[in-house]
T-cell receptor
């Protein structure tokens, strides 16, 4: 199938690390993405990882990719209240030529 | 610059109205997309234009009519919409049809 799965909610305290998990289905996907959506806004591209990589780090963000288990994670270090948003994992399906999104994880950061 | 702009930001229309949503990018991207998004749900693909030709139509009702006048502009013409069409309409663009997609801020549409 075309499912990309994420847990729906995550709550953390300010200053802690957040880890958002995602599983995908298409082993031929070349790129996997993380988008952030704040209330009332569009989707902001946070980061992406090429399928031949295991890890990518960009400031407070770390993406880990386990191709064997088709598992992708996004770690946000030192989480701030401004990180409160919905985070969408997405994979690009080469065959269909479409971006397939997970259901989104709503991250709530408590002071 | 990875900016995609959309106008208007908000739109309220009756079921008999005709309106258009506009999207613009100046990144030299040759693929542009329309998505529909309901609250707290992922975006749903509606249409894809690649090199100004419609390449994907996800069985969208004919009351939605896309148009790509040139490589920088994408329109979505709306006619006889239903209340269930109320949603956030997102435009995106990418360098080509397999490239990373960059999204605009969206148009929030309310159909009364």
């Amino acid at each position: 199938g075309e499912d990309v799965e994420q847990s729906l909610f995550l709550s953390v305290r300010e200053g802690d690390s957040s880890v958002i998990n995602c599983t995908y289905t298409d082993s031929s996907s070349t790129y996997l993405y993380w988008y952030k959506q704040e209330p009332g806004a569009g989707l902001q591209l946070l980061t992406y990882i090429f399928s031949n990589m295991d890890m990518k780090q960009d400031q407070r963000l770390t993406v880990l990719l386990n191709k064997k288990d088709k598992h992708l994670s996004l770690r946000i270090a030192d989480t701030q209240t401004g990180d409160s948003a919905i985070y969408f994992c997405a994979e690009f399906h080469n065959q269909g030529g479409k971006l397939i999104f997970g259901q989104g994880t709503e991250l709530s950061v408590k002071p | 610059d990875t900016e995609v702009t959309q106008t208007p930001k908000h739109l309220v229309m009756g079921m008999t109205n005709k309106k258009s949503l506009k999207c613009e990018q100046h990144m030299g991207h040759r693929a542009m997309y329309w998505y529909k998004q309901k609250a707290k749900k992922p975006p749903e693909l509606m249409f894809v234009y690649s090199y100004e030709k419609l390449s994907i139509n996800e069985s969208v009702p004919s009351r939605f009519s896309p148009e790509c006048p040139n490589s920088s502009l994408l329109n979505l013409h709306l006619h006889a919409l239903q209340p269930e069409d109320s949603a956030l309409y997102l435009c995106a663009s990418s360098q080509d049809s397999v490239g990373t997609q960059y999204f605009g801020p969206g148009t929030r549409l309310l159909v009364l």
